[in-house]
């Protein structure tokens, strides 16, 4: 069965500083992988997604990932925190045929002004 | 682009009592509909998978006549969480995925329940 791994549940970023936010993906097949944010007492909103397209894939607000299958790999990154980027962000992935979706434990971001 | 509508935003009832909550697909057609449950400071949790006109999957564990899930039509789903008890008290979040080769699924904006 597909898994995710997020590590570090709380992650401290200064404003103006780069944010990286780890995934690491299990997966027997091609996976379709997906970044989502959730401010408090919301849904998820997602940022982006990769569906086996380009690997480097561009979000909103900034956010982009890449995908590395070498590396099982699916990091978030954001060249420049902002503090509205203080939220909760998971990491999730399914597979071709499987409609459900697994996801990380979740990051905690906080934006330090 | 897509939207799933969650009601109620929130709600407090009585032990013993029942509470439905409402997901809705607004611009497209649903033909799998998920429940999830997420305690404070964790992730979400997949209770069931509901696709339409048919009897939801629930995941190991998820009491089946303790949450009810009926999705009868493309666009509608709902959850009704039976004799509540203030364990139940949770935020639980519904979400969508549309026909072939859709690969997004759509998030609710969720239900704080609470029990007392």
């Known amino acids: 069965a597909q898994s995710v791994t997020q590590l570090g549940s709380h992650v401290s970023v200064s404003e103006g500083a780069l944010v990286l936010l780890r995934c690491n993906y299990s997966?027997?097949?091609?996976?379709?992988l997906f970044w989502y944010v959730q401010y408090p007492n919301q849904g998820l909103q997602l940022l982006l997604k990769?569906?086996?397209?380009?690997?480097l894939v561009k979000g909103i607000n900034g956010f982009e990932a890449e995908f590395k299958k070498s590396e099982t790999s699916f990091h978030l990154t954001k060249p420049s925190a902002h503090m509205s980027d203080a939220a909760e962000y998971f990491c999730?992935?399914?597979?071709?045929?499987?409609?459900?979706?697994?996801f990380g434990k979740g990051n905690q971001v906080v934006v330090i002004p | 682009g897509a939207v799933v509508s969650q009601h109620p935003s929130w709600v407090i009832c009585k032990s013993g009592t029942s509470v439905k909550i409402e997901c809705r697909s607004l611009?497209?057609?649903?033909?799998?509909m998920f429940w999830y449950r997420q305690f404070p400071k964790q992730s979400l949790m997949l209770m069931a998978t509901s696709n339409e006109g048919s009897k939801a999957t629930y995941e190991q564990g998820v009491e089946k006549d303790k949450f009810l899930i009926n999705h009868a039509s493309l666009t509608l789903s709902t959850l009704t969480v039976t004799s509540a008890h203030p364990e139940d008290s949770s935020f639980y979040i519904c979400?969508?995925?549309?026909?072939?080769?859709?690969?997004?699924?759509?998030f609710g904006s969720g239900t704080r329940l609470t029990v007392v």
């Open positions: 990769y569906t086996s397209a380009a690997t």
């Open positions: 979400s969508a995925r549309g026909g072939q080769g859709s690969y997004g699924y759509t």
């Open positions: 611009d497209f057609q649903a033909t799998t």
């Open positions: 999730a992935v399914s597979e071709e045929g499987n409609n459900r979706l697994a």
């Open positions: 997966s027997s097949v091609p996976p379709y």
